[in-house]
């Protein structure tokens, strides 16, 4: 007789989405200046300390670079195009990025625009509506708090510039806000944050920065971008959650080998391992570290093994293998069947004789 078959229990993880990168296309524009990558340096958040040119102060946890479009420094006035800017990518075909310093002054405005912080800010419609993105790496399971300054280059304050923040490949909604455009006119800077999950598995996200719209219709006018903050917030921080707990239920004949899997998995992504409690004395149990489970019970009963699903960060969820064995039953003996023996048939020897005809005799005819 075979092992009956196997049934497992596991608690499956919150469904998260799939994670997905890419950058939109654009059109080439008027090429310009080009300047060598800066130096060393990392991002910044909003309120950061800073010196024009010599790079930035990280806040605690921060993980975006050159968020506050400090390198290279020194820039002045508008329209600088540049290629290699310290931590950002392009979807723009030319590979530039636009930074405004100091002394800016561009149509269709007729006055300076500060930055929001610091000294310098970008332009993301700059010789195209191109989109500018990072890559970060990231934690499964752990929290990216973003935030940025967004203002439009527009004719007038009733007239919006709008762009759309994107983390791995799903379009963010602001705190406090009902629909994803970030939309302002050219009075006054706005500032904008969220925050997004870090999905299992993802070890790499692409923050990204998309001009929807201009409030000029030109493609290469509108959406100044500035103070970009990307915090990052470790599992460890926020209470490492253990894997699901395993469970698995092996039926079978005693003496029998049964085998089965555990299916546990760790709500941050990190690989799970297994290990065996305290054996029961009647039954040998053994589990590989990837959830592989093999059961010899030597005699009939239910039996109970703890096992323990741990991640690589110590933390464990605490299960059970109950092993059901029953007596091995020989095969039913199948009767014998024979023939019942019938009244004997003997042919009939006797036949009857046809009577033989004898023609009758003709009658003598006289002369």
């Known amino acids: ?11 499956p993880p919150v469904p998260v989405v799939t994670a997905a990168t890419g950058t939109t296309g654009a059109t080439a524009g008027t090429a310009g200046t080009a300047a060598t990558a800066a130096t060393i340096a990392v991002g910044a958040s909003a309120g950061t300390g800073r010196t024009a040119g010599t790079g930035v102060t990280a806040a605690v946890g921060e993980c975006a670079m050159n968020g506050g479009f400090e390198e290279p420094g020194g820039l002045r006035g508008q329209e600088n195009r540049l290629r290699g800017v310290l931590g950002w990518h392009t979807s723009s075909r030319d590979g530039l990025v636009e930074l405004w310093g100091p ?9 300076t625009v500060p930055a929001d912080t610091g000294d310098q800010f970008a332009e993301l419609n700059g010789t195209s509506a191109a989109t500018l993105y990072q890559d970060v ?13 967004h203002r439009g280059r527009t004719r007038s304050p009733n007239s919006k ?3 759309v923040v994107r983390i791995g490949g799903i379009t963010q909604i602001p705190d406090g806000r009902d629909r994803p455009g970030i939309a302002d006119g050219n009075d006054a800077w706005g500032h904008y944050r969220g925050s997004y999950r870090v999905p299992r598995g993802q070890r790499s996200t692409r923050v990204e920065f998309i001009p929807n719209s201009s409030g000029t219709a030109l493609p290469g006018y509108g959406n100044f971008l500035d103070s970009v903050s990307i915090s990052c917030t470790s599992p460890s921080e926020e209470g490492n959650q253990p894997p699901g707990m395993p469970y698995l239920v092996l039926s079978g004949p005693a003496g029998s080998s049964l085998d089965g899997s555990l299916a546990s998995t760790d709500p941050e992504g990190g690989t799970v391992t297994y290990v065996v409690g305290v054996p029961e004395p009647w039954v040998d149990v053994r589990v590989r570290a990837n959830g592989a489970v093999t059961a010899r019970p030597v005699s009939p009963g239910l039996y109970q093994v703890p096992v323990k699903a741990c991640d690589d960060r110590g933390a464990c969820g605490e299960g059970r293998i109950v092993v059901v064995a029953y007596r091995r039953t020989g095969p039913a003996a199948r009767p014998t069947i024979r023939p019942t023996a019938g009244p004997a048939i003997r042919p009939t020897t006797r ?17």
């Open 1 to 11: 007789m075979t092992a009956a078959a196997v049934l497992v229990l596991t608690i």
């Open 103 to 111: 002394g800016n002054r561009a149509a269709p405005m007729n006055f």
């Open 137 to 149: 790496p990231t934690t499964p399971g752990s929290t990216l708090s973003w935030s940025l300054a």
């Open 351 to 367: 036949s009857t004789a046809r009577p033989a005809i004898r023609p009758a005799a003709r009658p003598a005819v006289g002369g």
């Open 161 to 163: 510039d709008i762009m």
